[in-house]
């Protein structure tokens, strides 16, 4: 080896070591997130990156917050005449299974509601699928970025639990958010819980952050194939439905009737969400769910719910909220159990429609009040 080539060899490496070294200082997902196609080149996305077949579905799950706010509609400067509604909650608001004009966000866009100045009612899809409402908040605080005038979060109980509240991927890959939310609001979560994915030295280096890396660069490429479908999920020809047999089970998580407590519950991030949100007006929707009628519905409503703990969330949500002087709908049993797809909480197009025109008509409602 000669003396030229070696001295390139060891100064290529001594590169690549400060590149690494440099890389786990100063993390630039954060900027190379907010470099974009979408709202550009291609349209912005109607509801944030999630899935597990991008071969079919020209979208997946990745855990970079700016690159996916930045794929999103929300993106786009906000016009002057634009009312602008959040919608934040689970997969039944982000949509399982139905297409983005199909969505909550979709069919109340399509309602053109006008308040009494004439702006226009535009609603964005930021749901995000899991049920939590720690990953909720998380969304939430980003979301108050984009000049909202109304947010509106649907939340049904499976995500109260506290044993919920950490284990979203999204949370638990995104620590110092979270850690964040909790400090400032003085929440009751252990900010050094072992669910939170803690990133050693090598994993912030170039080469321990390729997959991040490579995620953000491939949400790009998929631009190209969702904007000419606009497919952004895989629809299956096939699914289960939701079961309408259930077991002869009364338990809830690891609580037994007779009643919940409020202290069961992590009402704490409701109180810190619209707390949150500061001067802007939210609307607290108890979203609708599938009721059983077969085997053992006597004891259940669904395979979430045992009736009890059902009930009892309800009287102590609906307390909640009027202690907090909170504007809230409580559309439980709002939809036929027809409507309800492969889960309790998952809704046809006809549901989704139905579901829109309460909560639309309360968004317009709240709407003109506010002014």
Do not use: C
């Not at 108890?286 to 009892?312: K, V």
Request: no cysteine; aromatic share 12%.
């Amino acid at each position: 080896m000669t003396m030229s080539l070696r001295n390139v060899i060891i100064k290529s490496a001594l590169l690549f070591v400060l590149a690494n070294v440099f890389i786990a200082g100063v993390d630039p997902l954060p900027a190379l997130g907010r470099l974009s196609l979408y709202d550009g080149l291609f349209p912005g996305r109607p509801r944030l990156p999630f899935g597990e077949t991008p071969d079919r579905a020209y979208n997946f799950s990745l855990y970079q917050l700016d690159a996916m706010f930045a794929s999103h509609e929300i993106a786009a400067p906000k016009p002057a005449d634009e009312y602008r509604v959040i919608l934040i909650g689970d997969s039944s608001v982000w949509g399982t299974l139905l297409r983005p004009e199909d969505t909550l966000a979709g069919k109340i866009n399509a309602a053109a509601l006008t308040p009494a100045d004439g702006k226009r009612i535009r609603a964005y899809n930021l749901a995000y699928p899991t049920m939590s409402l720690m990953k909720d908040l998380l969304v939430l605080d980003i979301a108050t970025r984009y000049q909202p005038d109304m947010i509106v979060w649907l939340m049904t109980l499976e995500s109260f639990p506290y044993d919920k509240q950490l284990y979203s991927p999204i949370v638990q890959n995104n620590p110092i958010p979270v850690r964040q939310l909790i400090a400032q609001h003085r929440l009751s979560f252990d900010p050094n819980d072992t669910a939170f994915v803690n990133p050693t030295f090598w994993d912030r280096t170039l080469v321990g952050r390729r997959r991040a890396l490579a995620d953000v660069f491939r949400l790009q490429l998929y631009g190209v194939m969702w904007a000419a479908t606009g497919i952004d999920q895989d629809y299956p020809e096939n699914y289960e439905l939701r079961a309408n047999d259930l077991e002869a089970d009364d338990t809830f998580h690891d609580l037994k009737p007779p009643h919940l407590a409020e202290s069961d519950l992590a009402f704490e991030v409701l109180d810190a969400g619209a707390a949150a949100v500061g001067d802007t007006p939210i609307l607290f929707v108890n979203e609708p769910m599938f009721i059983a009628d077969g085997a053992n519905s006597d004891l259940r409503y669904n395979f979430f719910y045992s009736r009890w703990a059902y009930d009892d969330y309800r009287m102590l949500w609906n307390e909640h909220a009027q202690r907090n002087g909170w504007n809230t709908l409580d559309l439980w049993d709002l939809i036929a159990p027809g409507e309800f797809t492969n889960s309790a909480v998952h809704l046809t197009p006809a549901g989704s429609a139905q579901l829109a025109s309460a909560v639309g008509a309360e968004i317009a409602r709240l709407a003109n009040n506010n002014r």
